[in-house]
């Protein structure tokens, strides 16, 4: 005589299984972004450095270009002063700003393990920049408008333009401060491994003098540095004149930005391939 046995089986699921939310480049980003943005909240060097410090600096601008105007007349100071502001923000709080982050993260190798997860390098550098390019634009944007209200400054001229030429600031200062981390041992040393590029960007660029009153060959110079033209496409955008020429129109404006765009891409290219081959993930050994 047998006896069946009999075999407890645990409930089948024939339904489709529950899972969590789909892992995206967008919800990564996100997720890496905002955690950045609390590590930014919670440092007050970095939110001074990032916030007040472009501030003041715009305060001593406006004194530079009065003086600028007195020796040589015609000088469109109030839109030299909107531009140079502009460009003051994105310097310090994209540039400036995101290599100590890179640099500090690295060192806690923050950027190590999240390279174990589900995020590509370019999101994770994506990822770590995201506050600070979001509180970058915010400034520009208020900037942008209380200047344009307070100065009775027009509309710009091709916003399409004016948008082209903040990206491609945005994406150089980032591939920037990839390379500059890599030359950047500790977050205390980030003062003095980008002044370079600051000095150049803030002297060189036309923020604080402005490229009609300096010799032709050194402004002939100082328009190939290297964000040079992604801020001479911003004032192109918005006031349809890079200084050289009288304003034009929205057609104009794009034979004028012609050799900006050339040249700002050449340098995104140089500088992207300088963080790819130059940026480090975990310190020194």
């Given at each position: ?13 024939t339904g ?113 920049a ?9 400034m520009?944007?208020?900037?942008g ?5 307070a ?49 150049l ?26 964000t ?9 955008g ?18 004028t ?13 140089l500088?992207?391939?300088?963080a ?10």
């Open positions: 005589m047998t006896t069946a046995a009999t075999t407890t089986a645990g409930p089948q699921h489709p299984q529950s899972v969590g939310p789909r892992s995206t480049t967008a919800r990564r980003l996100l997720a890496l972004g905002r955690a950045e943005g609390i590590l930014l909240l919670r440092n007050r060097t970095a939110l001074f450095t990032a916030v007040l410090l472009p501030l003041l600096l715009i305060g001593g601008l406006k004194n530079v270009l009065d003086q600028q105007a007195e020796t040589t007349p015609g000088l469109d100071v109030d839109s030299l002063m909107v531009n140079g502001a502009v460009g003051m923000v994105l310097a310090f709080v994209v540039y400036y700003n995101l290599t100590a982050a890179y640099v500090a993260r690295r060192g806690e190798l923050v950027l190590k393990r999240l390279r174990t997860g589900e995020a590509r390098d370019i999101e994770i550098l994506a990822g770590t995201v506050p600070s390019v979001g509180l970058a634009l915010l520009c944007a208020v900037i408008g209380v200047g344009a209200s100065l009775h400054l027009s509309a710009p001229v091709n916003p399409l333009l004016l948008v082209v030429g903040l990206a491609l600031v945005v994406a150089t200062l980032m591939a920037l401060a990839a390379v500059s981390s890599a030359f950047t041992r500790t977050v205390e040393s980030a003062g003095i491994t980008t002044m370079p590029v600051l000095l960007t803030q002297f060189g660029s036309g923020l604080f003098v402005p490229l009609e009153v300096m010799p032709d060959r050194v402004a002939d110079i100082c328009r190939l540095l290297p040079t033209p992604a801020f001479q496409l911003v004032r192109v918005w006031f349809g004149t890079d200084g050289s020429e009288a304003p034009t129109g929205f057609a104009g404006s794009w034979a930005a012609a050799p900006h765009l050339v040249t700002g891409g050449v340098w995104l290219a500088a992207v391939w300088g790819v081959r130059y940026f480090r993930w975990e310190p020194r050994r």
